[in-house]
C-alpha cells in the first residue's frame, strides 16, 4: 500500500510543479508564501460543487491542509483557505499519505 501511496504523491507533486493546467494553484501558493521546490501535494479531491482539497508537507515537515472554489470568477487566491495541521493528529491520520510523504521527504526521495 505504501508504494502506491508514493506514486501518488510523486505523482500530484509533479502535476503541481510542472502541468499547465495546474498554473493557478501554483500562483496561490506561491502568494502564500510557499516555496513550490520545497513542498510535496501528498492528497488532491474535488466535489461536484466545483471545490478542490488537497494536503501539502513541506521539506521542514509542516503540515496544511487547503480548500478553494474553482467556481468560474471565483478561482483565485480570496476562495483560498489554508489550515495549519501540523500538530493535529486527528487530521493527519486521515491522510495516510502524509506519513508516507515525511519518510519520502526524510529520505531524500522528494524534494
Known amino acids: 500500500m505504501n508504494e502506491l501511496y508514493k506514486q501518488e504523491v510523486l505523482e500530484l507533486t509533479e502535476l503541481l510543479r510542472d502541468d499547465e493546467e495546474w498554473g493557478d494553484l501554483r500562483d496561490i501558493l506561491t502568494e502564500k508564501g510557499f516555496n513550490l521546490s520545497q513542498i510535496a501535494l501528498v492528497s488532491f479531491m474535488e466535489d461536484d460543487?466545483?471545490?478542490?482539497?488537497?494536503v501539502i508537507v513541506t521539506?521542514?515537515?509542516?503540515?496544511s491542509e487547503y480548500s478553494r472554489s474553482t467556481q468560474e470568477g471565483k478561482n483565485d487566491v480570496d476562495s483560498f483557505k489554508l489550515k495549519d495541521i501540523t500538530n493535529q493528529k486527528d487530521e493527519i491520520?486521515?491522510?495516510?499519505?502524509?506519513?508516507?510523504?515525511?519518510d519520502m521527504i526524510k529520505n531524500q526521495e522528494i524534494l
Open 93 to 102: 491520520d486521515k491522510y495516510p499519505q502524509i506519513s508516507v510523504a515525511i
Open 49 to 54: 460543487k466545483e471545490n478542490e482539497y488537497g
Open 59 to 63: 521539506k521542514d515537515i509542516k503540515i
